[in-house]
């Protein structure tokens, strides 16, 4: 039986509850100032949760519930407004020095006085076009506060940048969970496209994916999600039972998960023909020109950056070495999900991804970086892909891999 990751020497230890306390005590009064922003309000209720719900620790809300952040007078206040049955919980976070309990009265009196005493130029709430984790005040719960407020309800404005910027950046214990998750991620991607592992002509597509996720299960992770391809482009597919041949380029995109925290790695990997002791000049191209625009997107990658400039850093590159664009972003963040809140690192198309990839890079903010190659040699009668991916946190003093990057084509 393998034993619980905590219970393995030497490995991080992730404490939620610290990671959630942390967050709210110590960086969203940091944001709050940063942005200059003088209140943040969520307000919701059962059927239709805000998905911020979580974050403070709160697994279920019934009757109508505000959670008002806001400094005053040099304090951090942390106001709860919820229904009596509901205060419990709340209190039980240990985030709110003030948890207030209506009855038959309803929230709006209490709502409106706490807002009055705090006086903010402007309440940032949970409404956006863009980013869908900022976006969980309903139509209804908007059209209360227009109710409740009186003249403060002129002050409402999206809280987007401000709940990017508190998910985004990961705490010191959280980028420990994520090293280990690329750690096991590298290592069982490496055990996997070797001549041990691989049989060229046997070996099967699913079989390798079965494979990798049972051996990440032994090392004490999860599977976060599984990709492996040969022959055309599949994009974002599960393993088939193709089987894997000589002279197939065979690309990975796999990730494991530490304590819920998701790694997002790609490899390259040639299968040589029976006769062949190197790659034809073609794949090696391929690999040459994705390996130098992955090196030029992370470098982009630097705190007051935009993720648009991360893009174009390694979109022209491609573009540079004769490829045409690809159709997606070249990156997005990573954490608690594959595709974590953050900075989206794509082109500007803002009728597909809105303004996310203009919002700037900041210190502590982890990436997936994959600019891919889509191409059809004509060596070949179908279209591949060529990309390598790679895990990387922003610090003060610009970009860190995690992990060993893939620096040469890998042949099996």
Request: hydrophobic share 40%; glycine share 8%.
């Amino acid at each position: 039986m393998t034993p619980a990751p905590e219970a393995r020497p030497g490995r991080p230890v992730v404490d939620h509850q610290a990671i959630r306390r942390d967050r709210i005590l110590k960086l969203l009064p940091r944001i709050l100032r940063e942005q200059s922003t003088d209140a943040w309000l969520t307000f919701t209720r059962e059927n239709t949760p805000d998905p911020i719900l979580a974050v403070f620790g709160i697994e279920h809300i019934v009757a109508r519930g505000a959670f008002l952040f806001a400094h005053q007078s040099g304090a951090f206040r942390r106001i709860a407004i919820a229904a009596s049955y509901d205060v419990e919980p709340i209190q039980k976070t240990g985030l709110f020095d003030e948890v207030v309990a209506y009855k038959s009265e309803g929230a709006k009196p209490h709502l409106k006085k706490a807002i009055d005493a705090l006086a903010p130029r402007a309440i940032a709430v949970n409404m956006s076009r863009d980013v869908t984790i900022a976006d969980g005040l309903t139509c209804g719960l908007r059209g209360y506060l227009d109710e409740s407020l009186g003249d403060h309800a002129a002050r409402l404005v999206p809280s987007e940048k401000v709940v990017v910027s508190l998910l985004a950046r990961k705490l010191p214990m959280e980028i420990a969970a994520l090293e280990e998750a690329v750690r096991v991620t590298q290592k069982v991607i490496g055990a996997a496209l070797t001549p041990e592992r691989i049989r060229p002509g046997v070996t099967t597509e699913r079989a390798l994916g079965d494979w990798m996720a049972a051996t990440a299960r032994e090392m004490g992770c999860a599977l976060a999600f599984e990709c492996v391809v040969v022959g055309p482009v599949r994009g974002h597919s599960e393993p088939t039972d193709r089987i894997i041949q000589g002279g197939d380029v065979l690309r990975i995109d796999w990730g494991a998960s530490y304590e819920g925290y998701c790694a997002d790695i790609q490899r390259m990997a040639y299968v040589l023909k029976p006769g062949e002791t190197k790659a034809p000049a073609w794949v090696e191209k391929l690999f040459a020109a994705t390996l130098r625009a992955n090196g030029k997107a992370i470098a982009a990658l630097v705190p007051g950056n935009t993720g648009h400039d991360v893009d174009t850093a390694g979109r022209s590159s491609l573009v540079a070495d004769g490829y045409e664009e690809y159709p997606h972003g070249t990156g997005h963040a990573i954490g608690l999900k594959v595709h974590d809140v953050g900075p989206l690192l794509g082109p500007d198309w803002r009728e597909r991804d809105g303004d996310q990839v203009f919002f700037r890079i900041e210190p502590d903010q982890v990436f997936a970086v994959e600019p891919l190659i889509y191409a059809k040699p004509p060596e070949i009668d179908y279209e591949i892909n060529s990309s390598l991916e790679e895990n990387v946190v922003v610090t003060e003093s610009g970009p860190r891999v995690l992990g060993t990057p893939q620096t040469t084509l890998l042949l099996i």
